[in-house]
């Protein structure tokens, strides 16, 4: 294996974590502000790019490797954790939102796993994190993550992270499956991905679910999620803003807030 091996334990339902046993010397990389806790005997060191091997081992390797990182909407710099003591030392990592951390064994997944540019967590050391550029130019327009996706390569563990429930199904050559844009977390290399219009001026205009379905095509395996964090946000937002508090159940209504002092 080119990556560290890492034995792991996730904890939680809603708001879960991922514990990582490492040996000594070896290193788990993560995002910034990923971290939650770590045992004495580990080392934390910031790294540009990724930490694999395919940065190079030059300044303008590591430049490169860490400026693709940019188009992905994620930092220059990720974070390394590196048991430097004798025995065994255990670090975790916490999701930022409800819902589900995915552990992708990449070397039982075809060695590489393309996933939305919010949804890696944290890997051992040797996984490269690279840029998977939309081929299909109405897929990159209207797929919901444009042209730019993370791909996740290595033969080592990678933790993805999803809103609300997360599932896993596999397609068969030629199955194809519809679902909306902003509940694909991920799929493997084998998938074809592609965007389909909406048929129908009603469904367009009343449906409320946009106007395009992302259609993936196998064989390969897809993850997908029942709470993208898009569609979280919207709703706070929607019951966070002055005045849009809504009287759910209350016969009077916005009168209730007056009489409750509530008013504006």
Request: overall charge negative.
């Given at each position: 294996?080119?990556?560290?091996?890492?034995?792991?334990?996730?904890?939680?339902?809603?708001?879960?974590?991922?514990?990582?046993?490492?040996?000594?010397?070896?290193?788990?990389?993560?995002?910034?502000g990923a971290f939650?806790?770590?045992?004495?005997?580990?080392?934390?060191?910031?790294?540009?790019?990724?930490?694999s091997q395919q940065q190079g081992g030059g300044l303008m390797g590591k430049l490169f490797s860490a400026g693709k990182r940019l188009l992905v909407g994620e930092s220059l710099f990720m974070t390394a954790f590196t048991n430097v003591g004798h025995g065994k030392r255990r670090v975790s990592f916490a999701s930022p939102y409800p819902?589900?951390?995915?552990?992708?064994?990449?070397?039982?997944?075809?060695?590489a796993v393309v996933?939305?540019?919010?949804?890696?967590?944290?890997?051992?050391?040797?996984?490269?994190?690279?840029?998977?550029f939309q081929r299909k130019l109405g897929t990159g327009l209207f797929g919901g993550e444009g042209f730019i996706m993370e791909k996740l390569q290595g033969d080592g563990m990678a933790f993805m992270h999803a809103g609300g429930h997360v599932f896993e199904r596999n397609l068969q050559a030629g199955e194809m499956i519809k679902i909306d844009t902003g509940c694909l977390v991920g799929y493997t290399m084998g998938i074809d991905f592609d965007i389909e219009f909406i048929g129908g001026i009603r469904n367009k205009v009343f449906g409320g679910e946009g106007i395009f379905f992302a259609t993936l095509r196998g064989p390969?395996?897809?993850?997908?999620?029942?709470?993208?964090?898009?569609?979280?946000?919207?709703?706070?937002?929607t019951y966070g803003s002055v005045g849009g508090r809504r009287e759910e159940g209350s016969i009077l209504g916005g009168?209730?807030?007056?009489?409750?002092?509530?008013?504006?």
């Open positions: 294996m080119q990556n560290h091996e890492i034995d792991y334990k996730i904890f939680g339902e809603e708001m879960q974590y991922v514990e990582i046993e490492l040996d000594p010397s070896e290193t788990a990389i993560a995002e910034s939650m806790m770590m045992d004495e005997g580990v080392q934390m060191q910031t790294i540009f790019g990724d930490g819902g589900k951390i995915i552990p992708l064994d990449l070397s039982q997944l075809g060695g996933c939305q540019k919010d949804a890696f967590l944290c890997a051992a050391k040797g996984v490269a994190i690279n840029v998977e390969g395996k897809i993850w997908i999620q029942t709470l993208p964090v898009s569609r979280l946000a919207s709703r706070i937002l009168l209730g807030n007056l009489l409750d002092g509530d008013g504006y």
